[in-house]
C-alpha cells in the first residue's frame, strides 16, 4: 500500500513500535500520513476478516487504556521519491483475562494479547508476516505460548502452527485463545469464600458470619401471661394477641363498650347518623 508520505526521518525502515507517546509526538498536523496509514490498515482488516466494526484506527490507539500498541512495517519505495509502502501492522495490548484451561480449572492472568493483525496482500506469503511476529516478540521479551488471540482466524491458526509449533488452541467463552503451554507460567485461582495466602495463612474476608444463635431471635415469656412476645431487634418487636371477636363469642373476653358521645360533637353526630342512637350492644 502506497502513501505519499517518506517516513525517512520520521519512522525507522522495517518494523517501528508505535505507541501513545509516539502518536502524541508524531500528530496528524506534524505528520498526516501516519494516521492515514494506521486508518487504512485497519479498514483493510476489516475487510479481509469480514468484521463489523474496525479494530484499528489512530483515534482507538490514542483512547485505548489498555496500553495498546501497534508495530508498523513499512519501506521506501524503490522508484518514488516522495512516496512510502506500507506492507503491514501488528496490534497488541494488555488485558486481565480469566481462562479455563483443558481440565476446566480457572485462571486470572494479565496477558499480553494479539488485538489485530494484518499485512497487505500485495505483500502476503512472502514471509513479511512472520518477521513482523518475531520483531513483536524480539521487542517483547515473550515467548509465542505466552500470548493471548483475540479471535483469531483459521489462516492466523494456520500461521501460529507453522511458524510457531502451537496446536491445540483453547478456546475461551470471550472468543480469545490461549495454547496449553500458556498456563505453565500461571498458578490456578482456589475455588470457595476462603482464600489463603501463598505461605498458606488463611486470610480473612473482612466480613463477620453470625452463628446460629445470633441468627435466632430472643423469645421472652412471662409466667402466667397469655401472650408471648418475639423480638428480633430492639427497633422491631412483635407480640401476639388474641383475637378479640373470637374472646366474646366463647366469653374469654370482656364484652367492650362503645363510649358515648355529646351528640353535638362529631362523633356523636355519626353516632345519629349511623345508628340512630340504637345503642348495638
Keep these: 500500500m502506497e502513501v505519499a508520505y517518506d517516513f525517512t526521518g520520521t519512522l525507522t525502515e522495517g518494523v517501528v513500535k508505535i505507541d501513545l507517546l509516539t502518536l502524541q509526538r508524531l500528530h496528524p498536523r506534524r505528520c498526516w500520513a501516519l494516521q492515514w496509514a494506521i486508518d487504512h490498515l485497519g479498514a483493510l482488516s476489516t475487510q479481509a476478516q469480514k468484521l463489523r466494526r474496525q479494530l484499528t484506527s489512530y483515534d482507538k490507539l490514542v483512547d485505548s487504556d489498555d496500553e495498546q500498541k501497534l508495530y508498523l512495517m513499512w519501506e521506501k519505495h524503490p522508484e518514488k521519491e516522495n512516496c512510502s509502502i506500507i506492507i503491514g501492522m501488528l496490534k497488541v495490548g494488555k488485558k486481565k483475562l480469566f481462562l479455563l484451561n483443558e481440565k476446566q480449572q480457572n485462571y486470572e492472568a494479565d496477558a499480553l494479547c494479539v488485538l489485530d493483525f494484518f499485512v497487505h496482500e500485495s ?78 495463612n488463611k486470610i480473612s474476608s473482612g466480613f463477620h458470619t453470625p452463628s446460629m444463635s445470633e441468627k435466632m431471635p430472643a423469645v421472652s415469656s412471662r409466667p402466667g401471661s397469655r401472650s408471648s412476645s418475639i423480638s428480633a431487634s430492639p427497633r422491631h418487636a412483635y407480640s401476639y394477641r388474641g383475637d378479640s371477636a373470637s374472646g366474646i363469642i366463647h366469653g374469654t373476653a370482656a364484652t367492650p363498650s362503645r363510649p358515648n358521645y355529646a351528640p353535638d360533637t362529631p362523633q356523636g353526630r355519626k353516632n345519629t347518623r349511623d345508628f340512630g342512637h340504637t345503642s348495638l350492644w
Design 123 to 200: 505483500k502476503q506469503r512472502q514471509g513479511f508476516g512472520h518477521v513482523l511476529f518475531d520483531a513483536m516478540l524480539v521487542e517483547e521479551v515473550l515467548q509465542p505460548y505466552q500470548l493471548a488471540i483475540d479471535r483469531p482466524s483459521n489462516p492466523f491458526l494456520c500461521f501460529i502452527q507453522k511458524h510457531y509449533e502451537m496446536k491445540d488452541p483453547v478456546w475461551q467463552s470471550t472468543n480469545f485463545v490461549v495454547f496449553p503451554p500458556f498456563f505453565d507460567d500461571h498458578r490456578p485461582r482456589e475455588n470457595g469464600m476462603d482464600r489463603r495466602s501463598l505461605n498458606g
